[in-house]
């Protein structure tokens, strides 16, 4: 018997679309594998205030880099689809692309996950506020999970202050560590 189940995530700062495109991969593997028992479908949903270019998206090469050129239709739907409406890559994998701010978020226990990969803190403070943590927490469901590569300490203060329980966890290659934050009710 083969049951499917969905996971939403939220992405903050989908820029080139390189979490999403590694997440649908990740996805598509783990779905050939597990298809005798159990599949996953996920509804992804990136937020971007200022969209990059699909000219810079290009000059990433990144289906190259990541050997899935046999995905590169679907790279290309990820970036030609419209904003703000929900477009099915395949029947197991979802994009909604939201053109808008993170103040704009508004979602309530929508989401499983959260992929805060906004720019630096030393970069765009304002994105590492209580007041946008506050409303991540509100858009992660019961144990969501919101993860980052930013390890600050006034960061992770900040998710702490919300109600997040933090960890911190080794990061990848380049990154010395990065936060993990689970909304624990």
């Not at 997440?23 to 937020?47: D, M, Q, W």
């Not at 270019?53 to 790279?75: P, T």
């Not at 765009?124 to 993860?147: C, H, R, S």
Request: charged fraction near 30%; proline fraction near 3%.
């Amino acid at each position: 018997m083969q049951t499917t189940s969905e996971i939403s995530i939220l992405e903050i700062g989908f820029g080139t679309g390189l979490n999403c495109f590694i997440t649908f991969l990740e996805n598509s593997r783990a779905n050939l594998i597990a298809s005798k028992r159990a599949s996953k479908k996920i509804n992804y949903v990136g937020v971007e205030a200022y969209p990059v270019v699909k000219e810079e998206v290009e000059k990433l090469n990144y289906v190259a880099e990541l050997k899935a050129e046999k995905d590169q239709v679907i790279f290309d739907k990820m970036h030609n689809f419209s904003w703000d409406k929900k477009h099915e890559i395949t029947p197991d994998f979802s994009l909604t692309k939201r053109q808008q701010f993170f103040t704009a978020i508004d979602d309530k226990s929508a989401f499983d996950l959260i992929y805060f990969d906004a720019f630096g803190a030393e970069h765009q403070p304002d994105l590492w506020t209580e007041a946008i943590f506050k409303k991540m927490f509100e858009a992660l469901k019961e144990n969501g999970i919101l993860v980052t590569y930013c390890a600050k300490g006034s960061v992770r203060r900040a998710m702490q202050s919300v109600g997040f329980t933090v960890e911190r966890l080794a990061g990848p290659p380049g990154k010395r560590e990065m936060l993990r934050a689970i909304k624990q009710v």
